[in-house]
């Protein structure tokens, strides 16, 4: 991430920037957008939540609560803004955007599917709350009461990539060796 401000442009083209990210990030959280535009020193989080803000307002962008936080998506009235203004998004900034939203936009997909999330409990301990989705679909919510926030967060950290096999372990072991 670069340390430089991001260049400033009017409202009405910061609006266009977030629907074209939308348009190939969605559905995307407002985290997740705020690391695709930082990475890339499009916007900084004030103006794009003023532009997420208004896009909402509009109707051109909907958010909805899901179970990772706010989800963002393009309307069909956003298509339509798009279609009518994405030409007034500048050439460079629609190419960071085509060039690299692809690939973003597979990582939130995993991120979507291996959920981690670490609160601290009455107790005085840390709840790691690990959860496996196929599409919005839960298949799988452990809930680990663990000493140090330090661990909860080693652990959540490996949680993509070792998900898919500790589920097949649960299913195999609860199900017998031979499922």
């Known amino acids: 991430m670069s340390l430089r401000p991001p260049r400033q442009m009017p409202d009405f083209e910061r609006r266009m920037v ?11 959280t407002d985290l997740q957008l705020l690391r695709f535009l ?17 896009l909402c307002a509009q109707g051109q962008a909907v ?12 309307t069909e009235a ?34 979507g599917q291996c959920a ?11 709840d790691l709350t690990l959860s496996l989705r196929d ?3 839960n298949m799988m919510r452990l809930i680990l009461s663990l000493p140090s ?6 652990i959540s950290q490996k949680w993509p990539d070792k998900a898919a096999e500790i589920y097949r372990q649960i299913i195999r072991i609860l199900a017998g060796e031979g499922a």
């Open 18 to 28: 977030v629907l074209q990210c939308l348009r190939y990030l969605a559905p995307c």
């Open 38 to 54: 930082t990475e890339y020193d499009l916007m900084n989080y004030f103006d794009m939540m003023f532009a997420l803000t208004d």
């Open 63 to 74: 958010r909805t609560k899901e179970q990772v936080g706010y989800i963002y998506n393009l």
């Open 78 to 111: 956003g298509k339509e803004a798009m279609a009518l203004f994405g030409d007034r998004v500048p050439r460079s900034v629609q190419a960071i955007v085509t060039d690299n939203a692809p690939r973003w936009a597979r990582r939130f997909t995993q991120e």
């Open 116 to 126: 981690a999330s670490i609160d601290k409990n009455a107790r005085g301990e840390w």
């Open 135 to 137: 599409n919005q679909n």
């Open 149 to 154: 926030q330090k661990l909860a967060g080693e």
